[in-house]
């Protein structure tokens, strides 16, 4: 069974540190891109931050650029978000999500979409 | 930088009803990159539709979408209870590389 397992997540003051993990199982994780993406309470939906399937590549929506890092670990199938400088505003569930993408042929498209999330796990910055 | 919304905000229902929901772009959008998702209270989203119109694995028939440039729709044929959820459109950017919708409850 294809599954992510986000944990780490917690209480923390503001201006402190968190890291999340996210464990993959069931796929062949190194060559997926993988992604971050956040829900504040009550809220929608916000992509944060993304991560080739190397490693070579990432990006970061502006509201977390210069704070959070994103990374992983093929070896251990492990994608991870160092969190740092905390804000109210970063009170959220964090899900680790698998990004497919593919080209069809028979129409020349590009596909882009998230097909797998995990559970999420929760930080809550106060 | 890329918008969606979505209306209505709230759409109320009952079972065996065909639920409508839009999704607009303020820039014309890639069919292929525009995805639907579902979110029941305390779950994760679940992908229904990519490329706005293909259905995911395991995704039930009564779910459709449609639509191009900046206009999209999803359809629900008939309203079973398990669809009575949140509804967020997607699209892929550059950056940031997925924007989301703000979504439509639907609700009984």
């Known amino acids: 069974e294809v599954q992510l397992v986000e944990s780490g997540g917690g209480l923390v003051r503001p201006g402190g540190s968190l890291r999340l993990s996210c464990a993959a199982s069931?796929?062949?994780?190194?060559?997926?891109?993988m992604n971050w993406v956040r829900q504040a309470p009550g809220k929608g939906l916000e992509w944060i931050s993304y991560?080739?399937?190397?490693?070579?590549?990432?990006d970061y929506a502006d509201s977390v650029k210069g704070r959070f890092t994103i990374s992983r670990d093929n070896a251990k199938n492990s994608l991870f978000l160092q969190m740092n400088s905390l804000r109210a505003e970063d009170t959220a569930v964090y899900f680790c999500?698998?990004?497919?993408?593919?080209?069809?042929?028979?129409?020349?498209?590009?596909?882009?979409?998230?097909?797998?999330w995990g559970k999420g796990t929760t930080v809550t910055v106060s | 930088e890329m918008v969606l919304t979505q209306s209505p905000g709230t759409l109320s229902l009952s079972p065996g009803e065909r639920a409508t929901l839009s999704c607009g772009a303020s820039q014309s959008v890639s069919s292929s990159y525009l995805a639907w998702y579902q979110q029941k209270p305390g779950q994760a989203p679940r992908l229904l539709i990519y490329g706005a119109s293909r259905r995911a694995a395991g995704v039930p028939d009564r779910f459709s979408g449609s639509g191009s440039g900046t206009d999209f729709t999803l359809t629900i044929s008939r309203l079973e209870p398990e669809d009575f959820a949140v509804y967020y459109c997607q699209q892929y950017g550059s950056s940031p590389r997925f924007t989301f919708g703000p979504g439509t409850i639907v609700d009984v």
């Open positions: 991560i080739s399937a190397a490693g070579s590549t990432r």
């Open positions: 999500v698998r990004e497919d993408n593919f080209y069809d042929s028979s129409d020349y498209n590009f596909y882009y979409y998230v097909d797998v």
């Open positions: 069931g796929f062949t994780f190194s060559i997926y891109e």
